[in-house]
C-alpha cells in the first residue's frame, strides 16, 4: 500500500508563487505515476498536473504554463510549483498515486486573495 499527504499550502497575493510537497511512503516501487488534484468549494475534484515513473507529465488547460509538477526520488517526494497565481485557483490541493491509488489525504489548503 502507498500512502500521501501534501503540505505546503498559504494564503497567497494574486500573481504570487507557491511550492505544494506531496511525501510518499509505503510500497512506492510499485506507484507508476503520481497526480495533484484539487477541488474547490462546491465544485468536483479535477486533475491539475501528473507525472509517470519515466518523468512524463501532463497539465490541464487551465494551469498549463503556470503549474510545474516535478518529483525527487531521493527523497520520495512530489512536488507542484505554482506561479502566477490567480483567485481562481483557490482550492484544496490534494495529491494522489494513480496506479496503485492511494487514500485521499487531508489536503493542503491554497487560498489566493488580496
Known amino acids: 500500500q502507498v500512502q500521501v499527504v501534501e503540505s505546503g499550502g498559504d494564503l497567497v497575493q494574486p500573481g504570487g508563487s507557491l511550492r505544494l510537497s506531496c511525501a510518499v511512503s509505503?510500497?512506492?516501487?510499485?506507484?507508476?505515476?503520481t497526480g495533484w488534484y484539487r477541488q474547490a468549494p462546491g465544485k468536483q475534484r479535477e486533475l491539475v498536473a501528473r507525472?509517470?515513473?519515466?518523468?512524463?507529465?501532463t497539465y490541464a488547460d487551465s494551469v498549463k504554463g503556470r503549474f510545474t509538477i516535478s518529483r525527487d526520488s531521493a527523497k520520495n517526494t512530489r512536488y507542484l510549483q505554482m506561479n502566477g497565481l490567480n483567485p481562481d485557483d483557490t482550492a484544496v490541493y490534494y495529491c494522489?498515486?494513480?496506479?496503485?491509488?492511494?487514500?485521499w489525504g487531508q489536503g493542503t489548503q491554497v487560498t489566493v486573495s488580496s
Open positions: 494522489n498515486t494513480d496506479p496503485p491509488m492511494a487514500s
Open positions: 507525472i509517470t515513473n519515466v518523468g512524463r507529465t
Open positions: 509505503g510500497s512506492i516501487f510499485t506507484v507508476y505515476a
